[in-house]
């Protein structure tokens, strides 16, 4: 079992950035691969990044590369999400994820999930 907390959404004009933490508890963290995912409303949940228990390895969506990078520091047992040019369409519910492998896009194959931090951009 793992216990996963976003935290650092907010509301941000266009241009912004901002820095979403993922807290972890209940397992190995430095043996674990991490992912962000996002749900804007009425849309399904959208793969952004990823990184492997190395951080050696990381995997970015189209929409977000070049802007958003998921750095993580294993002495915090915390990843991160540090978002830069923020557009208004990247406003959505942030989710971290673990217990998958840094490779999958698919949301269902993260077994658990932090309960979500809002991120609003407004133009």
């Known amino acids: 079992q793992v216990q996963l907390v976003e935290s650092g959404g907010g509301s941000v004009q266009a241009g912004g950035s901002l820095r979403l933490s993922c807290a972890t508890s209940?397992?190995?963290?430095?043996?674990?691969?991490f992912g962000w995912f996002r749900r804007a409303p009425g849309k399904e949940r959208e793969f952004l990044a990823s990184i492997s228990w190395s951080g050696d390895n990381t995997r970015y969506s189209d929409s977000v590369k070049g802007r958003f990078t998921i750095p993580r520091d294993n002495t915090k047992n915390t990843v991160y999400l540090q978002m830069n040019s923020l557009k208004p369409e990247d406003t959505a519910i942030y989710y971290c994820a673990a217990g998958g492998s840094y490779l999958s896009r698919n949301y269902t194959s993260w077994p658990y999930w932090g309960q979500g931090t809002l991120v609003t951009v407004s133009s």
């Open positions: 209940g397992r190995t963290f430095s043996g674990s691969d």
